[in-house]
């Protein structure tokens, strides 16, 4: 299993300051994606990621994976109170699943305050 | 877009009993389906890959016979948990996926909260 690890833990941040969380990994995927989970609700996809370097946007979200294929960050610009939530990245379990498992960062909690 | 339900969204049972867990793909035909479970303040963890007709395969440390997972069809797979006790208190959720490869987008449900008394 090639293991994500997303920084920081948890974020607080007030209305309007971006943020930028990162996920990071020893191994190199084929894809990374982002996605967001509300309380009591299941993730929602943000974006997948899968050539070294791409940068995508999405309105206030920038999302970027590294040139190595290790690393992502997800960036918001002008953090609004909606942009709350878990935000989680998760890639293939492994190189050779064909089965497509993913397995998930421990995430990171992201509160903007009014 | 594609859209997964999951019923109950809430149950509570006593221990020792069983409970299922319904997963549905309401749009699209799901030839595999994930499972799921998610404690408090953590991240995702799989517990069981299910193709329609054929076995789940069971991640590892997850116990096949207190988790059985039943994919009858192209749309609809349940999780049952039995002789339910206070330590499978969790958050379960399913995804779902139109096709067999990884190419595939997986779709989430918007997760079954159980309690066990």
């Known amino acids: 299993t090639q293991l994500l690890e997303q920084s920081p833990q948890f974020l607080s941040i007030q209305e309007g300051e971006n943020l930028t969380v990162y996920c990071n990994s020893s191994?190199?995927?084929?894809?990374l994606q982002w996605y967001r989970q509300e309380p009591g609700e299941g993730p929602v996809l943000l974006v997948t990621?899968?050539?070294?370097?791409e940068v995508k946007k999405l309105k206030r979200l920038t999302f970027q994976f590294g040139d190595a294929r290790k690393d992502s960050s997800l960036h918001i610009t002008a953090a609004q109170t909606g942009d709350t939530g878990l935000y989680l990245c998760?890639?293939?379990?492994?190189?050779?699943?064909?089965?497509?498992?993913?397995?998930f960062g421990a995430g990171t909690q992201v509160v903007v305050t009014p | 877009g594609a859209v997964v339900s999951q019923h109950p969204s809430r149950v509570i049972c006593k221990s020792g009993t069983s409970v299922k867990i319904e997963c549905r793909s309401l749009?699209?035909?799901?030839?595999?389906m994930f499972w799921y479970r998610q404690f408090p303040k953590q991240s995702l963890m799989l517990m069981a890959t299910?193709?329609?007709?054929?076995?789940?395969?069971?991640e590892q440390g997850v116990e096949k016979d207190k988790f059985l997972i039943n994919h009858a069809s192209l749309t609809l797979s349940t999780l049952t948990v039995t002789s339910a006790h206070p330590e499978d208190s969790s958050f379960y959720i399913c995804?779902?996926?139109?096709?067999?490869?990884?190419?595939?987008?997986?779709?989430f449900g918007p997760g079954t909260r159980l309690t066990v008394t």
């Open positions: 990621v899968v050539t070294g370097g």
């Open positions: 299910s193709n329609e007709g054929s076995k789940a395969t069971y």
């Open positions: 749009d699209f035909q799901a030839t595999t």
């Open positions: 998760a890639g293939p379990t492994s190189t050779t699943d064909s089965w497509g498992k993913l397995q």
């Open positions: 191994s190199v995927f084929s894809s």
């Open positions: 995804s779902a996926r139109a096709g067999t490869s990884g190419r595939y987008e997986q779709y």
